[in-house]
Protein backbone atom coordinates (compact mmCIF):
# COMPACT_ATOMS: atom_id res chain seq x y z
CA UNK A 1 0.00 0.00 0.00
CA UNK A 2 0.77 3.56 -0.05
CA UNK A 3 3.52 4.75 2.36
CA UNK A 4 4.77 8.52 3.31
CA UNK A 5 7.84 8.89 5.24
CA UNK A 6 9.37 11.46 7.40
CA UNK A 7 11.67 11.85 10.11
CA UNK A 8 10.02 13.15 13.32
CA UNK A 9 12.00 15.98 14.66
CA UNK A 10 13.71 19.46 13.45
CA UNK A 11 15.17 21.76 15.79
CA UNK A 12 15.87 25.24 13.98
CA UNK A 13 17.06 28.85 15.13
CA UNK A 14 14.85 31.49 15.32
CA UNK A 15 15.51 33.59 11.72
CA UNK A 16 17.50 30.28 9.99
CA UNK A 17 15.41 28.01 7.24
CA UNK A 18 14.06 24.93 7.53
CA UNK A 19 13.63 22.16 5.71
CA UNK A 20 11.23 19.41 6.06
CA UNK A 21 11.76 16.32 3.71
CA UNK A 22 8.83 13.23 2.98
CA UNK A 23 9.75 10.56 1.02
CA UNK A 24 6.26 8.80 -0.74
CA UNK A 25 5.73 5.21 -2.69
CA UNK A 26 2.90 5.75 -4.51
CA UNK A 27 3.15 6.87 -8.00
CA UNK A 28 -0.34 7.70 -9.01
CA UNK A 29 -0.42 10.27 -6.78
CA UNK A 30 -1.54 13.45 -8.01
CA UNK A 31 -1.54 15.92 -5.33
CA UNK A 32 0.66 16.21 -3.04
CA UNK A 33 0.08 18.11 1.05
CA UNK A 34 1.63 19.92 3.38
CA UNK A 35 -0.10 20.26 6.58
CA UNK A 36 0.28 22.05 9.50
CA UNK A 37 -0.70 20.72 13.27
CA UNK A 38 -0.19 23.20 16.31
CA UNK A 39 -0.47 21.96 19.27
CA UNK A 40 -3.95 21.06 20.98
CA UNK A 41 -5.79 21.37 17.49
CA UNK A 42 -6.39 20.15 14.09
CA UNK A 43 -4.60 20.02 10.64
CA UNK A 44 -4.40 23.03 8.55
CA UNK A 45 -3.57 22.71 5.15
CA UNK A 46 -0.57 25.00 4.54
CA UNK A 47 -0.07 23.94 0.51
CA UNK A 48 -0.23 21.61 -2.04
CA UNK A 49 1.19 20.59 -4.91
CA UNK A 50 0.61 19.14 -8.28
CA UNK A 51 2.54 16.45 -9.23
CA UNK A 52 3.05 17.70 -12.56
CA UNK A 53 4.47 20.70 -11.03
CA UNK A 54 8.76 20.86 -9.64
CA UNK A 55 8.82 23.75 -7.91
CA UNK A 56 5.89 25.91 -5.73
CA UNK A 57 6.25 28.97 -4.43
CA UNK A 58 3.88 31.08 -1.73
CA UNK A 59 5.41 33.79 0.47
CA UNK A 60 7.79 32.27 3.27
CA UNK A 61 6.95 28.77 1.84
CA UNK A 62 8.83 26.73 -0.90
CA UNK A 63 7.61 23.26 -1.96
CA UNK A 64 10.16 21.35 -4.19
CA UNK A 65 9.36 17.83 -5.92
CA UNK A 66 11.18 15.52 -7.56
CA UNK A 67 8.91 12.97 -8.85
CA UNK A 68 11.96 10.35 -9.98
CA UNK A 69 13.06 10.09 -6.46
CA UNK A 70 9.28 10.61 -5.33
CA UNK A 71 10.79 13.30 -2.75
CA UNK A 72 9.01 16.60 -1.46
CA UNK A 73 10.38 18.77 0.63
CA UNK A 74 9.06 21.92 2.16
CA UNK A 75 11.03 24.93 3.22
CA UNK A 76 10.40 27.71 5.50
CA UNK A 77 12.22 30.50 5.43
CA UNK A 78 13.05 33.00 8.26
CA UNK A 79 11.43 30.81 10.61
CA UNK A 80 9.73 31.98 13.51
CA UNK A 81 8.70 30.74 17.18
CA UNK A 82 5.02 31.09 15.73
CA UNK A 83 6.42 28.21 13.22
CA UNK A 84 6.35 25.55 16.14
CA UNK A 85 4.44 22.69 15.32
CA UNK A 86 4.31 19.21 13.65
CA UNK A 87 4.05 19.06 9.83
CA UNK A 88 2.69 16.25 7.88
CA UNK A 89 3.32 15.27 4.41
CA UNK A 90 0.58 13.97 3.09
CA UNK A 91 -0.43 12.07 -0.52
CA UNK A 92 -3.48 11.19 -2.77
CA UNK A 93 -4.53 10.34 -6.28
CA UNK A 94 -6.55 12.81 -6.56
CA UNK A 95 -10.68 14.25 -5.41
CA UNK A 96 -12.17 12.18 -2.44
CA UNK A 97 -9.77 9.47 -2.76
CA UNK A 98 -8.02 8.74 0.74
CA UNK A 99 -5.28 10.55 1.81
CA UNK A 100 -2.74 8.71 2.82
CA UNK A 101 -0.03 10.94 5.48
CA UNK A 102 2.80 10.60 7.10
CA UNK A 103 4.23 10.27 10.72
CA UNK A 104 4.39 14.26 11.10
CA UNK A 105 7.42 16.39 11.72
CA UNK A 106 7.74 18.02 14.68
CA UNK A 107 9.24 21.14 14.45
CA UNK A 108 11.06 22.92 17.19
CA UNK A 109 11.97 26.81 17.00
CA UNK A 110 14.27 28.12 19.05
CA UNK A 111 14.59 31.79 20.25
CA UNK B 1 -17.58 30.31 10.36
CA UNK B 2 -17.98 26.87 12.44
CA UNK B 3 -16.14 24.50 9.97
CA UNK B 4 -16.15 21.32 11.60
CA UNK B 5 -17.14 20.93 15.06
CA UNK B 6 -16.57 17.76 17.17
CA UNK B 7 -17.83 16.46 21.03
CA UNK B 8 -16.48 15.68 23.01
CA UNK B 9 -13.26 17.27 23.29
CA UNK B 10 -11.77 14.71 25.88
CA UNK B 11 -13.80 11.83 27.82
CA UNK B 12 -12.38 8.84 29.79
CA UNK B 13 -14.22 5.43 29.28
CA UNK B 14 -14.00 1.99 31.04
CA UNK B 15 -13.09 -0.95 28.94
CA UNK B 16 -16.39 -2.42 27.97
CA UNK B 17 -18.06 1.12 28.00
CA UNK B 18 -20.02 2.48 24.34
CA UNK B 19 -19.27 5.54 23.20
CA UNK B 20 -20.25 8.17 20.14
CA UNK B 21 -17.84 11.09 19.05
CA UNK B 22 -20.12 13.78 17.08
CA UNK B 23 -18.99 15.38 13.95
CA UNK B 24 -20.75 18.42 12.11
CA UNK B 25 -20.45 20.65 9.28
CA UNK B 26 -21.60 23.53 8.07
CA UNK B 27 -19.87 23.32 5.19
CA UNK B 28 -22.06 21.72 2.98
CA UNK B 29 -19.15 19.10 2.09
CA UNK B 30 -20.03 15.90 0.50
CA UNK B 31 -17.00 13.94 1.99
CA UNK B 32 -16.12 13.16 5.57
CA UNK B 33 -13.57 11.28 7.30
CA UNK B 34 -12.21 10.00 10.47
CA UNK B 35 -8.56 9.17 11.34
CA UNK B 36 -7.15 8.91 14.34
CA UNK B 37 -3.53 10.12 15.27
CA UNK B 38 -1.30 8.07 17.44
CA UNK B 39 2.01 9.26 18.77
CA UNK B 40 4.96 9.07 15.87
CA UNK B 41 1.88 7.30 13.80
CA UNK B 42 0.91 10.05 11.73
CA UNK B 43 -2.98 9.89 10.91
CA UNK B 44 -5.03 6.58 10.09
CA UNK B 45 -7.74 6.35 8.26
CA UNK B 46 -11.05 5.02 10.29
CA UNK B 47 -14.11 5.10 7.89
CA UNK B 48 -14.72 7.83 5.27
CA UNK B 49 -18.44 8.69 4.10
CA UNK B 50 -18.55 10.03 0.23
CA UNK B 51 -22.34 11.13 0.78
CA UNK B 52 -25.34 10.60 2.86
CA UNK B 53 -26.23 7.38 3.31
CA UNK B 54 -22.63 5.84 1.96
CA UNK B 55 -19.85 5.16 4.18
CA UNK B 56 -16.65 2.96 3.69
CA UNK B 57 -14.18 1.19 5.58
CA UNK B 58 -10.95 2.98 5.95
CA UNK B 59 -7.52 1.33 7.45
CA UNK B 60 -8.17 0.77 10.95
CA UNK B 61 -12.13 -0.13 11.24
CA UNK B 62 -12.19 -2.85 13.65
CA UNK B 63 -13.92 -1.75 16.53
CA UNK B 64 -15.82 1.06 14.88
CA UNK B 65 -19.12 2.18 13.41
CA UNK B 66 -20.22 5.19 11.41
CA UNK B 67 -23.43 6.21 10.23
CA UNK B 68 -23.98 9.40 7.49
CA UNK B 69 -28.14 10.08 7.69
CA UNK B 70 -27.49 13.26 6.44
CA UNK B 71 -24.82 15.66 4.92
CA UNK B 72 -23.88 17.50 8.08
CA UNK B 73 -22.75 14.90 10.92
CA UNK B 74 -20.94 11.84 10.66
CA UNK B 75 -20.59 10.30 14.09
CA UNK B 76 -18.07 7.45 15.22
CA UNK B 77 -19.25 5.09 17.33
CA UNK B 78 -17.10 2.89 19.76
CA UNK B 79 -18.94 -0.36 21.19
CA UNK B 80 -16.62 -2.07 23.62
CA UNK B 81 -14.07 0.53 24.15
CA UNK B 82 -10.50 -1.09 24.53
CA UNK B 83 -7.62 0.23 25.79
CA UNK B 84 -6.02 0.32 22.09
CA UNK B 85 -8.45 2.49 20.80
CA UNK B 86 -6.86 5.57 23.17
CA UNK B 87 -6.25 7.95 20.82
CA UNK B 88 -6.71 11.50 19.74
CA UNK B 89 -9.54 11.23 16.80
CA UNK B 90 -10.24 13.87 14.10
CA UNK B 91 -13.28 14.06 11.47
CA UNK B 92 -12.34 15.84 8.40
CA UNK B 93 -14.35 17.11 5.37
CA UNK B 94 -13.67 17.71 2.15
CA UNK B 95 -15.75 19.83 -0.67
CA UNK B 96 -12.98 19.90 -3.76
CA UNK B 97 -13.54 16.82 -5.92
CA UNK B 98 -9.89 18.36 -7.06
CA UNK B 99 -7.77 19.02 -5.03
CA UNK B 100 -9.04 17.25 -1.74
CA UNK B 101 -8.35 19.85 0.77
CA UNK B 102 -9.19 18.59 4.06
CA UNK B 103 -11.00 20.36 6.59
CA UNK B 104 -10.20 19.34 10.10
CA UNK B 105 -11.63 19.47 13.66
CA UNK B 106 -10.12 20.45 16.57
CA UNK B 107 -9.99 16.74 18.18
CA UNK B 108 -11.51 14.54 20.44
CA UNK B 109 -9.08 12.95 23.24
CA UNK B 110 -10.53 9.44 24.35
CA UNK B 111 -8.54 7.92 27.33
CA UNK B 112 -9.72 4.37 27.61
CA UNK B 113 -8.69 2.93 31.10
Known amino acids: GEDVEQSLFLSVREGDSSVINCTYT??????LYWYKQEPGAGLQLLTY?????DMKQDQRLTVLLNKKDKHLSLRIADTQTGDSAIYFCAESPGGYQKVTFGTGTKLQVIP | NAGVTQTPKFRILKIGQSMTLQCAQDMNHNYMYWYRQDPGMGLKLIYYSVGAGITDKGEVPNGYNVSRSTTEYFPLRLELAAPSQTSVYFC????????????FGEGSRLTVL
Open chain 2, 92 to 103: ASSGSENTGELF
Open chain 1, 49 to 53: IFSNM
Open chain 1, 26 to 31: DSSSTY
